[in-house]
């Protein structure tokens, strides 16, 4: 079991400590102390493995705690891990005279935290194990001591083997500086033979900054006569490579209890560094562009906050979305589509200054932190160069693609205090810059963060509503031109809001399509169209139809001929009185899928009719290759009818178009005779707008039907 000691004198600290000293190894148990008196008096007796204390305390900071630490006798060479929130290296050197093993940034990063407690653990316990065969080399000396002479030249000899057989570099210095010895690790790694070193200047053969930091360490064992903890060092070998080495340092008594020599002991643990610098960099970079992640970023933003805080200065942060980019990754794949963002990485890296940090954010989405600005020209300056760069034309396998940004941007401390905060902002100014268009960047102003929250809102209004059923159809009459008869309705989804009363969809379904809501309210939609049809049938009006409309995320996302199916069958509603309508989109950009579902449902029996026909990217082909009934003239074709040759030249087009292909045509948005009489004359039959009656509740319209004549305008003609 290991023991490991936490020390700060605050309880959420701690409590943070605890839980990850305890995902460090099965085996851990924790103490934790507020006081540091309270934790040197536990330690005097109890021995922990791993000591993990704060560096600025009220009682004492964490040099002094070191120092007490260190003057126990079975805790002088236990590990200590300081953390500090200061990047000043004076409190660094500090601790580490005073015995500190290693340090930790605040806010500690907890795969940092878990990897060096794992490794500190394992020292412990190496160290242990070296303690152990140390002492067992010391009995086995003193009895060797005892023996006959040659005896003790053999057992001497047996000595040198063991230390050169280890895998540690080991040396000894008397206190003139001399090598008194050193074992085979360190003659290979110095290339030159150990039996060499015997009786040499040892810190003569250093480099400068060796040299310097053995005299003064050694001087402090040969005054104190302890052992100092083990520390790291960065020793470059005679090729110049830099090896990383765990050394310790321990004094070499004589019979009197003086010390003769200095045993210094270093272990290699290049590998472990390097797995170390491996793990964190790939817990701080994005895998496919090696960017640096939101992890990373949000620590970037956190030291750059307190930075300006102290100086009064100002920085930036820059949000991107990639115009276009999922075309592109569907059309091509997903490997032009990784090798176009690392080819945007570059180009964003080319733009800013070597102090400025540029991240992948995930997906199609970047980041840059600008730091040291100005003023707000600096910061437009830069979104308009990356603007400017990702307009440029990229080239993947020969091919010529075009992608662009919609960019939002903050700045501390005028659009936020802290990185979530900063970040969430700069999102929302981004997605203002993409619904205008894209291409584009935009401030972040605090408009943007009361719309944010009413969009919020709304969406949890709207599934309130759809748990609640708060949704209502309104029914818009449709007529026969020739004989002025309903010939039915359209079915019309309207939201009686808590608060602001019977609500226009086009408030709530953009909200409901982006969040998915659309899919059960338009079954709600089909099921209670089909059961109100139904109860005019039987009132005796059973020629009538009813139309509905169906959104293109239910041909993605659901079975419609299915949804039809079970509509049908619940209400007993004959299927040739459904009729849908849908968008040009849905058949412009239809997959075989949709032409098949199409299908289906005409084969039910039930009609299918394009609505606001001539207004999207008409093309007469999906009128053959998709099985369509009907056509509805768009409203902005109607309302000027009689003054504009152009909507009439559309509209008379239109109606041509279907009597060709033997299609029903209905006009939308009717407001006045003249236009009953234009498109009565040009030979349109079906016709629905104010002229013959508002949207209206269900009953109302039934009433209509129940009226003395089924004739909405009896003198038009």
């Not at 005896?151 to 206190?175: F, H, K, W, Y």
């Not at 569907?330 to 589509?337: K, N, Q, V, W």
């Not at 407001?671 to 349109?684: D, I, K």
């Amino acid at each position: 079991m290991s023991i490991i000691v936490i020390i700060d004198d605050r309880a959420i600290n701690r409590n943070i400590l605890k839980r990850l000293a305890l995902a460090v190894a099965q085996d851990v148990k924790t103490h934790c102390f507020a006081s540091p008196s309270e934790a040197i008096a536990f330690m005097k007796h109890q021995a922990p493995d791993l000591v993990v204390t704060d560096y600025s305390m009220p009682e004492m900071d964490g040099a002094d705690l070191t120092t007490h630490i260190r003057a126990i006798e079975d805790c002088q060479d236990v590990p200590v891990m300081v953390i500090t929130a200061f990047s000043d290296r004076t409190f660094r050197i500090k601790a580490l005279e005073a015995g500190a093993t290693d340090f930790l940034q605040s806010p500690v990063d907890h795969n940092e935290f878990l990897s060096r407690a794992r490794n500190l653990l394992a020292l412990r316990k190496e160290q242990l194990a070296a303690k152990s065969r140390a002492s067992n080399l010391e009995r086995e000396l003193m009895n060797v001591e005892r023996q006959h002479e040659e005896e003790l030249r053999n057992s001497i000899e047996r000595l040198g083997q063991v230390i050169d057989s280890l895998p540690a570099m080991v040396t000894a210095v008397d206190t003139g500086g001399r090598c008194a010895f050193a074992n085979a690790a360190w003659g290979e790694f110095m290339n030159k033979p150990s039996h060499e070193w015997v009786g040499l200047d040892f810190y003569g053969q250093l480099t400068e900054v060796a040299r310097e930091r053995n005299k003064r360490l050694d001087l402090k064992i040969f005054s104190s006569g302890r052992a100092l903890p083990p520390y790291e060092v960065e020793i470059p070998d005679p090729m110049g490579h830099i090896r990383f080495f765990l050394v310790t340092k321990s004094p070499l008594l004589d019979g009197y209890g003086n010390v003769t020599h200095v045993v210094t002991t270093s272990t290699e643990i290049t590998d472990r560094k390097r797995a170390e610098a491996h793990l964190l960099h790939i817990a701080h970079h994005d895998s496919l562009t090696d960017l640096p992640n939101r992890t990373l970023l949000t620590l970037r933003i956190e030291e750059q906050i307190n930075a300006c805080r102290k100086s009064g200065k100002i920085f930036a942060l820059h949000f991107l979305d990639l115009d276009r980019f999922k075309p592109i990754n569907d059309a091509l794949g997903h490997r032009s589509g990784d090798r176009l963002l690392e080819m945007v990485g570059e180009r964003l890296q080319s733009c800013v200054k070597q102090s400025d940090l540029v991240a992948r954010m995930g997906g199609d989405e970047f980041a840059i932190l600008q730091t040291d600005i100005r003023g707000p020209d600096d910061t437009l300056t830069l979104a308009r160069r990356i603007v400017d760069v990702l307009e440029e034309p990229f080239y993947i396998d020969g091919q010529e693609l075009r992608t662009g940004a919609s960019i939002g941007i903050t700045r501390y401390p005028e659009d936020g205090i802290g990185s979530e905060e900063l970040l969430r902002h700069a999102d929302m100014a981004m997605y203002q810059a993409k619904a205008e268009g894209g291409n584009v960047y935009r401030l972040f102003s605090t408009t943007m963060d009361h719309d944010a929250r009413q969009s919020i809102a709304l969406e949890a209004e709207l599934r309130h509503a759809v748990l609640s059923e708060q949704f209502e159809l309104y029914y818009q009459p449709q007529v026969n031109l020739q004989t002025n008869e309903i010939v039915g309705a359209e079915a019309l989804l309207r939201w009686n809001r808590p608060g602001h009363g019977v609500v226009s969809p086009l408030v709530f379904l953009p909200m409901a399509e982006e969040t998915g809501l659309i899919i059960p309210i338009s079954e709600w939609v089909v099921t209670a169209a089909c059961a109100e049809a139904k109860r005019w049938h039987d009132m005796g009006h059973d020629d009538l139809r009813v139309a509905v409309n169906l959104s293109p995320t239910q041909f993605r996302k659901q079975n419609v001929p299915s949804l039809l199916e079970m509509a049908l069958d619940n209400s007993g509603l004959r299927a040739s009185a459904l009729e849908i309508e849908i968008t040009e989109h849905i058949v412009m950009h239809g997959s075989e899928v949709v032409e098949r579902e199409l299908k289906q449902i005409q084969r039910m029996g039930s009609r299918v009719f394009i609505d606001d026909f001539g207004t999207g990217y008409s093309s007469l082909s999906y009128l053959s290759r998709f099985s369509i009934n009907g056509l509805k003239i768009d409203r902005c074709f109607i309302k000027n009818l009689e003054h504009d040759p152009n909507d009439a030249a559309i509209a008379n087009a239109i109606i041509g178009l279907g009597k060709s292909l033997g299609l029903e045509v209905i006009a939308e948005g009717i407001e006045t005779p003249e236009q009953v009489a234009y498109l009565r004359e040009a030979g349109c039959l079906y016709a629905q707008g104010y002229y013959y009656g508002r949207p209206m509740p269900a009953d109302q319209f039934r009433e209509l039907l129940d009226s003395k004549s089924s004739l909405l305008v009896a003198s038009t003609g």
